[in-house]
């Protein structure tokens, strides 16, 4: 009976231990939103006065619109590529049998257990060797030696549960490549898609010790934050800073309603077959 | 010939060319790349140079060794930090939460998805003087803890932070896989909680905490942010020496030898734990 009772304690104590790691997690997050409203030049807590210009001048600025506008197409060209190689990658990693493949596996993961600052001075050194002048572009190479094997490692776990009978059945009655792999092979394939485009574009939009050293004369917003963060601090680091968590959490809302929708659609396609 | 012909024309060997050859571009390339100007007399900017070993040894013979051991001294603090810290959680995730373990899965992942500068920056804003923490103090009890931020264990707060992930999730996978019926044939058999623990529990999570105490402290061991946003100039990390001698100093050979030495570092730890774990099982749960 008594155990049953310091079961229960333990289990209690658990639970709690494991919201206070949340609010952990999550209070620097809501820290930087709280100063992004505040009113002093300064950030001093408790806040005495709010105020909101800070957003209206981030929206006016014209140099945080070359930011955005920086960060956002280096994460777009870097989805759009990665997915597209990830997704051989994957099925070189889960689906074909072939030799070499323990290897490739083993290979393949090393760039993302790899320091990314070391990685980024890494590739300094390459492009300048190579005459190649450093700016946005370079950004998006530097980016995707990191990103593509998370986004194989993701688009994978989908590969694993796909059963190529489907392919072969395909085949057998008659369908093209081309028709196998748009009628079977991708719709299968496409919530593993989606959820490696998401990180994707994610990391590419937040990283920031690649970018740091591979954009040249151009900047992220995250270089942007830093730059202020070490030296020159102006209140519109925590502004941008909220600005950029928001971008971040209205593309996953954007992303996460476009799943359920394309959930739907294949429900109504499956119901109109019976 | 025709065998290599034959092993070329494997289906998963051609489908994992593209990544395959823009990894070796991109990143073996670099990699060479540094390898090779670390054989380089200081200051050089080109390969055309005889190969020498004074870099080497003037790394050796300075003081190097001062950022390396703080490096390995926060990976290892902040991996054991981590491992106390998490493995309740954890626990609770294989063996308790039920469904709720997917929501917390998400909610400890989510500022994963989040630029690691702004979480750092929220930390600034919480350790400042006059920051949240020193001004609720302040307006509540009339107490002031001013030199919070700019401090190793600032620095050790950040780490533990940001890597915090990286060690709950490999432990959940661990703990998950020790079945619930071994634990109690043991408590049948007489075992107290604490046997069980030593002699059940923990053996059998074992490939988790590996995976994930060995993940953390490579990441940290790497880590140059939390040292600088949250350290101020309190202390020097490894992957701070490596950019200064790169860029301020403009020392490519220097630079290129203490990245070499933190690559082997980092590299020989990786096969270790490469040897440990079976992807086909870990990535399929097969």
């Known amino acids: 009976m008594k155990s049953q009772r310091q079961r229960r304690i333990a289990h209690a104590l658990i639970v709690v231990w494991t919201g206070a790691v949340l609010v952990f997690l999550y209070m620097p997050m809501l820290s930087v939103v709280l100063a992004s409203f505040t009113k002093q030049r300064y950030f001093r807590f408790p806040v005495k006065a709010w105020d909101t210009r800070w957003y209206?001048?981030?929206?006016?600025?014209?140099?945080?619109?070359?930011?955005?506008?920086?960060?956002?197409?280096?994460?777009?060209?870097?989805?759009?590529?990665?997915?597209?190689?990830?997704?051989?990658?994957?099925?070189?990693?889960?689906?074909?049998?072939?030799?070499?493949?323990?290897?490739?596996?083993?290979?393949?993961?090393?760039?993302?257990?790899?320091?990314?600052?070391?990685?980024?001075?890494?590739?300094?050194?390459?492009?300048?060797?190579?005459?190649?002048?450093?700016?946005?572009?370079?950004?998006?190479?530097?980016?995707?030696?990191?990103?593509?094997?998370?986004?194989?490692?993701?688009?994978s776990i989908q590969v694993y549960s796909f059963d190529p009978v489907w392919e072969e059945a395909a085949y057998d009655l008659g369908a093209s490549r081309l028709q196998v792999l748009r009628e079977i092979t991708l719709p299968i394939l496409a919530p593993g898609i989606i959820s490696g485009a998401i990180f994707a574009f994610l990391l590419s939009w937040g990283n920031f010790p690649l970018s740091l050293f591979t954009t040249g004369a151009d900047q992220t917003i995250p270089e942007w934050l830093y730059a202020k963060m070490v030296s020159g601090y102006t209140p519109m680091v925590p502004t941008l800073g909220s600005l950029t968590m928001g971008g971040a959490a209205g593309f996953l809302l954007v992303a996460f309603v476009v799943m359920i929708v394309i959930r739907r659609v294949k429900q109504g396609k499956s119901n109109q077959l019976r | 010939m025709k065998s290599l012909v034959h092993w070329v024309r494997q289906p998963g060997f051609l489908n994992a060319l593209?990544?395959?050859?823009?990894?070796?571009?991109?990143?073996?390339?670099?990699?060479?790349?540094?390898?090779?100007?670390?054989?380089?007399?200081?200051?050089?900017?080109?390969?055309?140079?005889?190969?020498t070993l004074e870099n080497y040894v003037s790394v050796v013979t300075q003081s190097y060794y001062i950022s390396f051991g703080w490096s390995l001294t926060l990976a290892v603090v902040t991996v054991i930090l981590l491992l106390i810290i998490t493995y309740p959680i954890a626990y609770g995730m294989a063996k308790l939460f039920g469904k709720w373990a997917t929501l917390v899965t998400i909610l400890v992942a989510l500022p994963l998805l989040i630029s690691e500068n702004i979480r750092l920056f929220g930390w600034v804003l919480l350790l400042l003087k006059n920051g949240?923490?020193?001004?609720?103090?302040?307006?509540?009890?009339?107490?002031?803890?001013?030199?919070?931020?700019?401090?190793?264990?600032?620095?050790?707060?950040?780490?533990?932070?940001?890597?915090?992930?990286?060690?709950?999730?490999?432990?959940?996978?661990g703990m998950s896989m020790v079945p619930d019926s071994l634990k109690e044939a043991a408590s049948d058999l007489g075992a107290s909680?604490?046997?069980?623990?030593?002699?059940?529990?923990?053996p059998l999570?074992?490939?988790?905490?590996?995976?994930?105490?060995?993940?953390?402290?490579?990441?940290?061991?790497?880590?140059?942010?939390?040292?600088?946003?949250?350290?101020?100039?309190?202390?020097?990390?490894i992957a701070d020496d490596i950019e200064s001698a790169f860029t301020?100093?403009?020392?490519?050979?220097?630079?290129?030898?203490?990245?070499?030495?933190?690559?082997?570092?980092?590299?020989?730890?990786?096969?270790?734990?490469?040897?440990?774990?079976?992807?086909?099982?870990?990535v399929g749960r097969r």
């Open chain 2, 132 to 173: 949240i923490i020193d001004g609720s103090l302040q307006f509540l009890f009339g107490v002031s803890l001013s030199g919070l931020l700019y401090t190793v264990p600032a620095v050790v707060l950040g780490l533990v932070y940001v890597y915090l992930p990286f060690m709950l999730f490999p432990l959940v996978i």
């Open chain 2, 193 to 202: 909680r604490l046997q069980i623990f030593w002699e059940v529990e923990l």
């Open chain 1, 56 to 155: 209206e001048k981030a929206f006016e600025s014209l140099s945080v619109r070359d930011l955005f506008w920086t960060s956002f197409s280096v994460a777009l060209l870097v989805t759009l590529i990665s997915v597209v190689l990830a997704f051989f990658g994957a099925l070189a990693f889960a689906r074909y049998d072939w030799k070499g493949r323990k290897l490739y596996q083993r290979l393949i993961l090393l760039p993302i257990f790899f320091p990314q600052a070391v990685l980024g001075l890494a590739l300094l050194l390459w492009f300048s060797s190579l005459g190649i002048t450093t700016s946005w572009q370079t950004a998006v190479f530097a980016h995707m030696i990191w990103i593509l094997p998370i986004v194989t490692l993701i688009m």
């Open chain 2, 248 to 282: 301020f100093a403009q020392n490519w050979p220097k630079g290129s030898v203490l990245s070499v030495l933190l690559i082997t570092l980092s590299l020989v730890i990786i096969f270790f734990l490469f040897r440990k774990i079976d992807l086909d099982r870990l």
């Open chain 2, 205 to 237: 999570s074992m490939p988790g905490i590996l995976i994930g105490s060995l993940l953390v402290f490579i990441l940290a061991l790497g880590s140059l942010a939390e040292s600088k946003i949250l350290g101020g100039q309190v202390i020097v990390m």
């Open chain 2, 18 to 51: 593209p990544v395959g050859v823009f990894l070796l571009v991109g990143f073996a390339g670099p990699l060479v790349l540094v390898l090779l100007y670390s054989f380089m007399p200081p200051k050089t900017f080109k390969l055309d140079q005889l190969p």
